[in-house]
């Protein structure tokens, strides 16, 4: 699947006034909707037909040729689109590619109305389906162990709850994450997640499983870290005391990587205004995904259709 004509086709099919038939044959094509369909009610040994009807969404139908039989199945049957059955897929598609390229659900629905009307409350919905596709690639293709012998990684914890506005409200109970990064790629990419405590027994299985062994780690002098050096899977493990400098003076040991890495994901975050508690190890999840597969919005694109097409195998 080429990157670079894929945004192109699909502005071709989805574009105003675009008959519903280019965007069935581009989604037929990409293997997002399914290209033959068996009649469960006769068993699965009929085929179904494709057929065109004017009473449904989509225009068209799968429909069991048997006169006994007739009955009819969706073309959105066991695909992504069947989540939001009253979604037109032209709107849906373009969605994704906006979703792609980091847009902001209030601007995602102002640009999709030249298209079509889409709820603030049903794009959350949908980003919380694409997100869920982000969680399910990083099980397939786990993004940790990280590191190794002669590379550098940084680790540290920060807090992911946004505080009341002007003090007004029920204080939220902080939500700690642990996170570790990589310096040999920049921007930095890295591993999170969601912590209740950050004390030694929290932390340091968290750390033995996101590290191969030979690897140089650098913190600060948080306590829960003493025992870092101890894995077996740590080669050495340098400090910087924060109270005192940024970055040591003598051994020119610092965190500055993973905080910078912490100000883009914490940003992002505000320009989304927050999320929910329930949603944030979602939210790092999906940032992860970003990370590794949408560096840019083509290579994105690629990789979100492609990681559809294997999670809902039509």
């Known amino acids: 699947m080429a990157a670079a004509p894929l945004f192109a086709e699909i502005e071709?099919?989805?574009r105003p006034g675009a008959p519903m038939t280019d965007?069935?044959?581009w989604l037929f094509e990409h293997h997002l909707l399914a290209s033959r369909m068996e009649c469960l009610r006769c068993d699965g040994h009929v085929e179904m037909e494709y057929v065109e009807r004017r009473d449904v969404s989509d225009n068209f139908t799968w429909?069991?040729?048997?006169?006994?039989?007739?009955?009819?199945r969706s073309v959105r049957t066991d695909s992504i689109f069947a989540e939001f059955p009253k979604i037109d897929l032209r709107v849906f598609l373009r969605f994704i590619v906006k979703w792609v390229e980091g847009k902001l659900v209030k601007d995602i629905a102002e640009e999709l109305l030249s298209i079509g009307y889409v709820s603030m409350h049903t794009l959350c919905k949908m980003c919380r389906v694409l997100r869920q596709v982000c969680e399910n690639k990083l099980v397939i293709d786990p993004p940790i162990p990280m590191g190794g012998e002669n590379t550098v990684l940084v680790m540290d914890e920060s807090v992911f709850r946004k505080k009341p506005k002007y003090r007004r409200?029920?204080?939220?109970?902080?939500i700690w994450v642990f996170g570790i990064v990589r310096t040999d790629v920049q921007p930095c990419i890295g591993y999170m997640e969601v912590?209740?405590?950050?004390?030694?027994?929290?932390?340091l299985p968290i750390i033995e499983r996101c590290v191969l062994p030979g690897s140089t780690i650098y913190s600060d002098e948080w306590a829960a870290y003493r025992r870092v050096q101890d894995l077996p899977n740590v080669a050495q493990h340098r400090t910087v005391n924060h109270s005192r400098h940024f970055v040591d003076p003598v051994t020119g040991v610092h965190t500055q990587h993973i905080e910078s890495y912490w100000n883009r994901k914490k940003k992002k975050l505000k320009a989304m205004h927050g999320c929910m508690g329930e949603d944030t190890a979602s939210y790092l999840k999906e940032e992860m995904w970003r990370e590794r597969y949408a560096r840019?919005?083509?290579?994105?694109l690629q990789n979100v259709l492609a990681d559809i097409a294997q999670q809902y195998q039509v």
């Not at 429909?63 to 009819?72: E, G, N």
């Not at 912590?195 to 932390?203: F, G, H, K, Q």
């Open 195 to 203: 912590v209740e405590s950050r004390d030694a027994n929290t932390l």
């Open 169 to 174: 409200g029920r204080r939220a109970r902080p």
């Open 63 to 72: 429909r069991c040729p048997r006169q006994m039989c007739r009955t009819s």
């Open 296 to 300: 840019t919005s083509r290579e994105g």
């Open 23 to 25: 965007c069935l044959d």
């Open 12 to 14: 071709l099919v989805t």
